[in-house]
T-cell receptor, first 117, second 113 residues
Framework: NAGVTQTPKFQVLKTGQSMTLQCAQD?????MSWYRQDPGMGLRLIHY???????DQGEVPNGYNVSRSTTEDFPLRLLSAAPSQTSVYFC????????????????FGAGSRLTVL | GESVGLHLPTLSVQEGDNSIINCAYS??????FIWYKQESGKGPQFIID?????DKRQGQRVTVLLNKTVKHLSLQIAATQPGDSAVYFC????????????FGGGTRLMVKP
């Protein structure tokens, strides 16, 4: 089925370990983004990309890296995990541009629950 | 900074009643608003959107109202069903932020049978 696919669904890390959360979409969306969701904090934007080869920081980028080598994939890397990064992570994508049908309407993945001990 | 927020963190309604979920926004430059529904263990799903040049938009059992004078957004769900139980988020977009959405903290809707 078309949509946003995230892996893994669950992950437990020890402090200092590194890992990559994978995100892939098959809708040919230009825009992709990563959010984290914490209780009482809503969804906060970590990093985003408006197209292959272009990435930018969101509201809470520290401790995370991203790359966008293809239109389809947008992995999120934690280089040295910290307990403060325990959260649920969502990848989302959409068409870009204003006034374009479907632009700004994000399609979300199912989420990746990360626990850092 | 600019923010989007919600008045009620939890709303409990009887099955069959109408539900109203409210949202306040502070950025008068926002020109597009979206409501998302998030069921337990899933990602947010698009429900309905509205542009700032409109004050009302209707979908199937849902209506979004926008009052720009007081910077208020609401989501009305008619004949609420158990399947409507979820957390609802409003989000705002303003042109100079491209596709970036600012989300509110969410309201949990609980439907009693």
């Amino acid at each position: 089925n078309a949509g946003v696919t995230q892996t893994p669904k669950f992950q437990v890390l020890k402090t200092g370990q590194s890992m990559t959360l994978q995100c892939a979409q098959d809708m040919n969306h230009e825009y992709m983004s990563w959010y984290r969701q914490d209780p009482g904090m809503g969804l906060r934007l970590i990093h985003y990309s408006v197209g292959a080869g272009i990435t930018d920081q969101g509201e809470v980028p520290n401790g995370y890296n991203v790359s966008r080598s293809t239109t389809e994939d947008f992995p999120l890397r934690l280089l040295s995990a910290a307990p403060s990064q325990t959260s649920v992570y969502f990848c989302a994508s959409s068409y870009s541009g204003t006034g374009r049908p479907g632009a700004n309407v994000l399609t979300f993945g199912a989420g990746s629950r990360l626990t850092v001990l | 900074g600019e923010s989007v927020g919600l008045h009620l963190p939890t709303l409990s309604v009887q099955e069959g009643d109408n539900s109203i979920i409210n949202c306040a926004y502070s950025n008068s430059a926002s020109d597009y608003f979206i409501w998302y529904k998030q069921e337990s263990g899933k990602g947010p799903q698009f429900i309905i959107d509205i542009r700032s040049n409109m004050d009302k938009r209707q979908g199937q059992r849902v209506t979004v109202l926008l009052n720009k004078t007081v910077k208020h957004l609401s989501l009305q769900i008619a004949a609420t069903q158990p399947g409507d139980s979820a957390v609802y988020f409003c989000a705002e977009v303003y042109n100079n932020a491209g596709n970036m959405l600012t989300f509110g903290g969410g309201t949990r809707l609980m439907v009693k049978p």
